[in-house]
């Protein structure tokens, strides 16, 4: 029985045969939840596109590897922040179309389209794909001929082709563009308005392993973009469309940052010059900052610099970007400690305003401030603070007895001996003398109104 079921498995379903379900009445049957699409992995990319597709009225079952993350979203709640997930959380759970799994098989076997949302983060410059790997075997087991499976994380280019197929083929038994499909759709998100960003922000990108896949994609994901998809032609193609959408912003950051720190030099507000500069229609020039944060914009280039060194390529201009937006944290205190005298850095009082790597969430992966403890730290600074209206981090606590973070910002401000504005929150944007006193304030973020404190207690990047 078992030989014969092996050999079942192993004969091809050619793109020809009657029996191929056509995209239109594939997407029909997700609509009307006949067919179900599983999301693996509920976290920064997954929890707001199983949101997106629930507010379609698509069956979605979740999977998540944390015991946590899936015990909440069997209540109708997530730990992403995120607006519009609990909502969507919630009601699919209510009407019925947010199932919850623990077992990441039965997923596999019960779902049509089955989407890959897992992180991809950089471990010794090169990309981690253990997360994918694991869920890919997972789902490999419950594959069934004419299933569809679709990447979602940011990749190097021919990370599908290369690495997720040939494990789906091997572990199932079947083959990618023949008994299974295989499309790639790249995240497009940006945190704190996932949800719009993937109904209404622009157009979704698919690609497919072959022309079946691609109208799969076209015709499925159609549902929950309603500005359209962009057909691309590969998905190396489609990969790498992904990564210049980062690698734009690192190097324009890293613009920025370099001209911040001439127009220092030379006394100009480097604000005002960029912002007359961008009134010409041509000229793009990005903000500068104390450093560039999140699980995107950093790691990117990542990718790039190192498909790029094994195939031997130079990308002169992104490794050197990626330099410049690294040294950014240990430049910009180095400006803030010179507003307190040297005798009393080593008994100063400092104050961190922002944990997260950007105003408005709450995520602090990869985040500046964490450079800048780190480089306070190795000063054997005695007293930090750090607030965040919404980020927390009781592991940093426990690591490091002399820092404290809060949310009060009163207390976090009061009788310091200096300051330094790391995130971009707009609870910060009116900090003025009457709040800080003549406590010595260095904005990391340009987000402050110099005017609004004596010259001597203020300092920022590119003023």
């Known amino acids: 029985m078992t030989l014969l079921k092996d050999k079942k498995r192993e004969d091809p379903i050619s793109n020809n045969s009657s029996n191929l379900e056509s995209p239109e009445s594939i997407t029909k049957k997700i609509?009307?939840?006949?067919?179900?699409?599983?999301?693996?992995?509920?976290?920064?990319v997954g929890a707001p596109i199983a949101s997106s597709w629930l507010r379609s009225g698509v069956t979605v079952i979740g999977i998540d590897k944390s015991q946590k993350v899936v015990e909440n979203a069997k209540k109708g709640l997530t730990h992403i922040p995120e607006p519009g997930v609990n909502e969507a959380f919630s009601e699919g759970i209510r009407n019925g179309k947010f199932l919850v799994y623990e077992d990441p098989i039965k997923a596999s076997v019960d779902s049509k389209l089955k989407m890959i949302c897992v992180p991809?983060?950089?471990?010794?410059?090169?990309?981690?794909?253990?997360?994918?790997?694991?869920?890919?075997?997972?789902?490999?087991?419950?594959?069934?001929?004419?299933?569809?499976?679709?990447?979602?994380?940011?990749?190097?280019?021919?990370?599908?082709?290369?690495?997720?197929?040939?494990?789906?083929?091997?572990?199932?038994?079947?083959?990618?563009?023949?008994?299974?499909?295989?499309?790639?759709?790249?995240?497009?998100?940006?945190?704190?308005?996932?949800?719009?960003?993937?109904?209404?922000?622009?157009?979704?990108?698919?690609?497919?392993?072959?022309?079946?896949?691609l109208e799969l994609a076209e015709n499925i994901f159609s549902l929950i973009f309603r500005k359209g998809v962009i057909?691309?032609?590969?998905?190396?193609?489609?990969?790498?469309?992904?990564l210049f959408e980062g690698v734009y912003r690192d190097v324009n950051i890293a613009l920025a940052n370099e001209m911040s720190v001439l127009c220092e030099k030379l006394g100009i507000d480097f604000w005002e010059a960029?912002?007359?500069?961008?009134?010409?229609?041509?000229?793009?020039?990005?903000?500068?900052?104390?450093?560039?944060?999140?699980?995107?914009?950093?790691?990117?280039?990542?990718?790039?610099?190192?498909?790029?060194?094994?195939?031997?390529?130079?990308?002169?201009?992104?490794?050197?970007?990626?330099?410049?937006?690294?040294?950014?944290?240990?430049?910009a205190l180095s400006k803030a400690l010179k507003m307190i005298s040297k005798k009393d850095i080593k008994k100063a009082k400092i104050t961190i305003l922002g944990l997260s790597f950007r105003g408005g969430v709450s995520d602090t992966r990869l985040s500046p401030t964490y450079s800048l403890i780190k480089k306070l730290s190795q000063l054997k600074i005695p007293n930090i603070i750090i607030h965040d209206p919404i980020a927390n981090d009781e592991m940093l606590i426990a690591k490091n007895k002399t820092i404290k973070i809060t949310n009060d910002l009163d207390?976090?401000?009061?009788?310091?001996?200096?300051?330094?504005?790391?995130?971009?929150?707009?609870?910060?944007?009116?900090?003025?003398?009457?709040?800080?006193?003549?406590?010595?304030?260095?904005?990391?973020?340009?987000?402050?109104n110099p005017n609004s404190f004596d010259a001597g207690s203020f300092k920022g990047i590119g003023r």
């Open 31 to 44: 609509k009307t939840g006949e067919y179900s699409v599983a999301v693996y992995g509920l976290g920064h």
């Open 274 to 331: 960029k912002d007359a500069a961008n009134s010409q229609p041509f000229c793009h020039i990005h903000n500068p900052g104390i450093g560039v944060g999140g699980a995107c914009i950093p790691v990117y280039p990542q990718f790039i610099l190192d498909v790029a060194t094994k195939n031997k390529v130079e990308c002169k201009i992104t490794k050197a970007s990626r330099a410049i937006n690294d040294n950014m944290p240990t430049y």
């Open 411 to 448: 207390f976090s401000i009061k009788n310091r001996d200096l300051i330094i504005l790391a995130t971009d929150h707009t609870e910060y944007s009116t900090l003025s003398k009457e709040k800080t006193g003549k406590t010595p304030i260095y904005d990391g973020r340009g987000i402050l």
């Open 231 to 242: 057909k691309i032609s590969s998905i190396k193609t489609a990969e790498a469309e992904k």
């Open 120 to 213: 991809v983060l950089i471990k010794n410059k090169t990309a981690d794909l253990s997360a994918v790997k694991e869920v890919a075997l997972a789902i490999s087991k419950g594959l069934k001929p004419h299933d569809i499976v679709s990447l979602h994380p940011t990749v190097p280019p021919l990370t599908t082709e290369k690495f997720l197929i040939p494990l789906l083929e091997k572990a199932s038994r079947l083959k990618a563009g023949r008994d299974f499909f295989v499309v790639y759709n790249p995240e497009r998100i940006y945190e704190g308005r996932a949800i719009f960003d993937i109904e209404e922000g622009h157009p979704g990108i698919v690609a497919g392993i072959e022309k079946h896949s």
